[in-house]
């Protein structure tokens, strides 16, 4: 599940507030009288006159059925909490389909790195035990934001910030779902070129490269014009949701690929680390495991197209969900690292012979898997930065100004990303910065939430309760930009030091990125 399965496709990114909120627009197959989710959570909130007159302007004229009362001699946000009674959502996704939804969110490509992370951290112990803890971060997370959009009946993520942090919140909320996204994208088309390399390096042969249209530098760009771009400009993606779901059966097979290449493989592994060389070292898995169990921003659309919205029903899905990402990547990386120890690449799957047709069935499936997931993300960078011109620069949007700006941003973020893939070496290189804006979805976001919500309801911290719920934010506000520090100057540090250890290529040529076309085209 992404976050397009329960927004309006082509609708800004920035869903109507809730009491405009169209469950037949946002969440396919519901036909709710959106009139119902007014009354939804009846918690009183006043908003800052910035954030308030950023809405529509039929929001000033409608009755707020007292969800929303307005204090006029400071003209603060006051949160009151009421009563938590939650009608069921006729329609709606039932609990075990959000079991399934959030899984999906969450698998994904950082499964095939976290191998590799499992070495540079020190071992599998240090990774399971660094995991561990920040499991109890992600999964508290989930549920903050969560119990945070009830407030204003949100059904985004930037919807949350703003309940939370005004419009600016929004904003950078947006600005950080786009680059995010952007870099995921950079990540897929890499994945598409390891992909490709494997299996040609083990049906041409070792020297493949050497052939221009077996060159990755070649087929990934091209195959990514033919397969992803006209999927990019469409208004609505929802015809990719089928093989979005169908994405979850792919990762599972290639956890169960890597299991039995363990038991029945005859590999040779190489060193297999019990420690890490270096106590920094331990930051090298967290980027993997934030990137990789990162769902945070498609969890707010997730929960609000739930039959039973509330949180009792949430709990059950989510921590199911987390349940089974914990076992798969766990056993992903556990496994993984085992087989080839020190020698595991950055993409495990290039590690394995593609002669087997075991091997050749993941090559492919995650291929396709990828080649139907680009667009999808494109989609949510693309309505997110689409928000942020629309709501700073244009007032008068019409269909066709719409369309134009559709097809340039779609056109200039896939032949952005095309020329970062062909550029950047591996998967690792990327996962290292996501990793880092992961963090601040899952701590900082989630911490903001927490105190402003937190100080609303008792400005004063009258009671112990709220004492506590103050310093677990902090923790959380303080951790999280801890981590985007420290794993980002980190990761940035290690792509750019020449004496990284990066997996070596498995063709090797003179010629690779901008300078493979130069010498296609005899250009010097």
């Known amino acids: 599940m992404t976050i397009k399965d329960c927004i ?116 599998v112990f240090t990774a399971v035990l660094v995991q561990t803890m920040l499991l109890v971060f992600i999964m508290l997370a989930l549920l903050i934001l969560a119990q945070t959009a009830n407030i204003d009946n949100s059904a985004t993520l930037q919807e949350v910030m703003h309940t939370v942090a005004g419009v600016w919140g929004r904003r950078a909320t947006s600005v950080i779902v786009t680059v995010y996204c952007f870099g995921s994208c950079i990540t897929f088309l890499i994945i598409i070129g390891d992909q490709f390399d494997r299996a040609f390096a083990s049906l041409v042969g070792s020297e493949y490269c050497h052939t221009w249209y077996y060159n990755r530098d070649f087929v990934m760009p091209a195959s990514s014009f033919l397969l992803i771009l006209p999927l990019c400009y469409t208004k609505k993606i929802d015809f990719l949701k089928y093989a979005s779901a169908f994405g979850v059966f792919i990762i599972i097979y290639v956890v169960a690929l890597i299991f039995v290449e363990y038991a029945t493989g005859d590999h040779v592994p190489g060193p297999i680390k019990t420690k890490p060389d270096d106590w920094v070292d331990v930051f090298s898995v967290i980027p993997v495991i934030c990137f990789g169990y990162q769902c945070h921003v498609s969890i707010i659309p997730i929960y609000s197209c739930m039959k039973h919205r509330n949180i009792k029903h949430f709990s059950v899905a989510s921590t199911s969900a987390i349940a089974i990402c914990v076992f798969t990547y766990t056993g992903a990386a556990t496994f993984g690292y085992l087989t080839f120890g020190s020698t595991v690449s950055d993409d495990i799957l290039t590690n394995y012979n593609a002669k087997k047709p075991s091997v050749m069935i993941a090559l492919v499936a995650m291929g396709l898997k990828t080649y139907a997931t680009y667009p999808i993300l494109l989609f949510c960078g693309r309505e997110g930065l689409s928000s942020i011109v629309k709501d700073i620069l244009v007032k008068d949007d019409t269909p066709s100004k719409e369309k134009t700006q559709r097809y340039t941003i779609a056109t200039i973020w896939f032949v952005a990303t095309i020329l970062l893939a062909i550029e950047i070496p591996n998967i690792g290189a990327v996962i290292h910065v996501l990793g880092s804006f992961a963090a601040i979805f899952i701590f900082v976001f989630t911490g903001v939430c927490l105190l402003q919500t937190t100080l609303t309801r008792d400005h004063k911290l009258s009671t112990t309760k709220s004492r506590l719920t103050i310093i677990l934010a902090l923790s959380f506000v303080v951790l999280g930009f801890f981590l985007f520090g420290v794993v980002l100057t980190q990761g940035i540090k290690t792509d750019l030091s020449p004496a990284s250890k990066e997996s070596p290529p498995l063709c090797e040529t003179e010629a690779r990125g901008f300078k493979f076309y130069l010498s296609l085209f005899n250009v010097t």
């Not at 627009?25 to 954030?51: K, W």
């Not at 950023?54 to 006051?78: F, L």
């Not at 079991?99 to 490509?109: D, E, K, Q, S």
């Open 8 to 123: 309006a496709p082509g609708d800004s990114i920035f869903c109507p507030r809730s009491h405009d909120y169209d469950h037949n627009d946002h969440c396919y197959g519901q036909d709710d009288d959106p009139t119902e989710f007014n009354n939804l959570f009846p918690v009183s909130i006043m908003r800052q006159n910035s954030a308030h007159s950023s809405r529509s302007g039929a929001d000033d004229n409608e009755d707020q059925n007292e969800s929303i009362s307005e204090k006029s001699d400071d003209d603060q946000t006051v949160l009151v909490p009421a009563s938590t009674s939650y009608p069921d959502t006729e329609g709606g996704t039932s609990t075990l389909g959000t079991i399934f939804l959030i899984v999906n969110a969450a698998l994904g490509a950082g499964l095939l790195n976290l191998p590799k992370a499992v070495d540079q951290a020190g071992g």
